[in-house]
């Protein structure tokens, strides 16, 4: 009985495992796809103790199968495991922050920017109120230039820079605010920065959330210039084939680059640390050297510090 109780939880782990990878290559476009997509690392641990029941009730086919499944599954994770060599040379720092409908503590974040002399900053979620804050804190300091679009709820965006800021857009077709704008960095003119937020496809329309992300690729890889950032809560996982579409085309995700797979920003403000990555760097020209997480209070996402060497 017990050997038998062992082969069908086995097999049934066997079977999260292939969930895990059909998610990772199906398009979601449902509620519970796109979410369980998010889950993709974690599912596909359930191979070790299927391995381990099969193993101990001696169904060795069954054995070999899943560790073949197994394979399968790391192929999937590997380039987030694996950092890309970065050029020497010019550097430029980017802090990426969701501040949880202007709940986050901006001075805290403010701090970060200063202490990791970062060179941009890209801030989602942003109130008025938030802006206020904001704009009364050391910020212009170290980024005295700001292109923002505050909004009620979690609709704000903002851009802060160390160098001025040009040509500033908000773009159109989104539910939140997403902006764009022109910066000459050291080694990199007139590089295009996006700051952006597309709809969470849960518990929301998901159909909303995949036009966003496919018009977010489709003008992103057609903006012109060597030197592209895009940053921002993308409110997508590596394991959403949406994220990987628009890393592709030349440009390259930051965690990625940085072979930084645990780097988890959401949820943030649970009692258990955070679960998946949906905030992210992604861009062209550049490749980054570093990629970290940091808490700041008040907000359910931890902030980004991306270190990107110039190409």
Do not use: C
């Not at 979601?28 to 993709?40: F, I, M, N």
């Not at 704008?181 to 959330?209: E, K, S």
């Not at 977010?216 to 409110?235: F, K, M, P, Q, Y």
């Not at 930084?260 to 649970?270: C, G, I, L, S």
């Amino acid at each position: 009985m017990a050997t038998i109780a062992a082969v069908l939880v086995g097999w049934a782990l066997a079977a999260v495992v292939v969930t895990a990878l059909w998610l990772h290559w199906y398009p979601g476009r449902g509620r519970v796809s796109t979410a369980l997509a998010s889950a993709v690392p974690w599912l596909l641990l359930a191979a070790v103790p299927a391995v381990l029941l099969l193993g101990l009730a001696r169904r060795w086919i069954s054995v070999a199968l899943t560790v073949m499944l197994a394979v399968a599954g790391l192929t999937t994770q590997v380039p987030l495991l694996v950092a890309s060599t970065a050029p020497a040379g010019r550097e430029v720092v980017v802090v990426q922050s969701n501040i949880k409908l202007g709940a986050g503590d901006v001075g805290q974040l403010v701090d970060i920017v200063a202490r990791e002399r970062a060179d941009l900053l890209t801030v989602e979620e942003l109130t008025p109120q938030a802006l206020t804050r904001l704009q009364a804190t050391g910020l212009r300091e170290t980024l005295p230039y700001l292109y923002a679009q505050p909004g009620t709820g979690g609709v704000g965006t903002a851009i802060a820079s160390r160098y001025p800021l040009r040509d500033t857009v908000a773009l159109d077709g989104y539910s939140l605010n997403n902006l764009r704008a022109v910066v000459d960095l050291p080694g990199a003119p007139a590089t295009t920065v996006f700051a952006v937020h597309p709809i969470p496809p849960f518990p929301y329309a998901p159909d909303r959330w995949v036009r966003e992300m496919r018009t977010l690729r489709e003008t992103v890889h057609a903006t012109r210039g060597d030197h592209v950032i895009v940053s921002g809560d993308l409110n997508s996982t590596w394991d959403h084939q949406q994220l990987r579409a628009l890393a592709d085309n030349g440009f390259h995700d930051a965690t990625d680059q940085a072979g930084a797979r645990w780097a988890m920003t959401y949820p943030a403000d649970r009692w258990f640390p955070p679960l998946i990555a949906i905030d992210h760097v992604v861009s062209h020209g550049f490749t980054a050297r570093s990629l970290h997480t940091v808490s700041v209070s008040g907000s359910d996402h931890r902030a980004l510090v991306v270190r990107l060497a110039v190409n």
